[in-house]
């Protein structure tokens, strides 16, 4: 199965800083089958982007997706109070599907 | 509106085994994919299970193959998860999760917790 690996495990910033969260994967994820999600305490995740780049319904425009093969990332440009929480990137191109073990974005 | 509403959580011995349900309302539930994800107390998300729209294919985690199984009834509109020989590592919040026409999650349920102790 392919291994995601986020970078880094803990990330500190202010609100109006831009965020750049990482996902590196074992193996090319075929078709850039590739999400990220975020997650509130206490509520389920929240899909922000999908095939890479494309964001989501009602996800806001600061945060945009890239990537390719094996390496991706989540920008998020200006940080807004509300955007402090866990981040994961996920691989649906592949069986089994797999995620990373998460990024904390935390308030500095 | 979709919504997903799992059950079948709570205490559970040791050893033991149980069956989640996923009730789905909102969207029509043959024409999708469908999959079980779950999250230990303050760790991160596994991916556990995934279902084809018509039943006949099924995916699991390498590392719990062989304890899980994942099935559904389409004519109910409901999803399950039975888990068996359970341990203290499998105490999480199961979640129910939609999959799009794209292929990625889209919708989640709220979880139901799992609690494995004597």
């Known amino acids: 199965e392919i291994v995601l690996t986020q970078s880094p495990g803990t990330l500190s910033l202010s609100p109006g800083e831009r965020a750049t969260l990482s996902c590196r994967a074992s193996q090319s994820v075929s078709n850039r089958y590739l999400a990220w999600y975020q997650q509130r305490p206490g509520q389920a995740p929240r899909l922000l982007v999908y095939?890479?780049?494309s964001r989501a319904t009602d996800v806001p425009d600061r945060f945009s997706g890239s990537g390719s093969g094996t390496d991706f990332t989540l920008t998020i440009s200006r940080l807004e109070p509300e955007d402090f929480a866990v981040y994961y990137c996920?691989?649906?191109?592949?069986?089994?599907?797999?995620f990373g073990q998460g990024t904390k974005l935390e308030i500095k | 509106e979709v919504q997903l509403v799992e059950s079948g959580g709570g205490l559970v011995q040791p050893g033991g085994s149980l069956r989640l349900s996923c009730s789905a309302a909102g969207f029509t539930f043959s024409t999708y994919d469908m999959h079980w994800v779950r999250q230990a107390p303050g760790k991160g998300l596994e991916y556990l299970s995934g279902?084809?729209?018509?039943?006949?294919?099924?995916s699991y985690a390498d590392s719990l193959r062989g304890r899980l199984t994942i099935s559904r009834d389409n004519s109910k509109n409901t999803l399950y998860l039975q888990v068996s020989s359970l341990g203290p590592e499998d105490t999480a919040v199961y979640y129910c999760?939609?999959?799009?026409?794209?292929?990625?999650?889209?919708?989640w349920g709220q979880g139901t917790l799992v609690t494995v102790s004597s």
């Open positions: 279902i084809r729209s018509d039943g006949r294919g099924t």
């Open positions: 996920h691989q649906y191109g592949s069986s089994p599907r797999t």
């Open positions: 999760v939609k999959t799009s026409s794209l292929w990625f999650l889209d919708y």
């Open positions: 095939g890479a780049s």
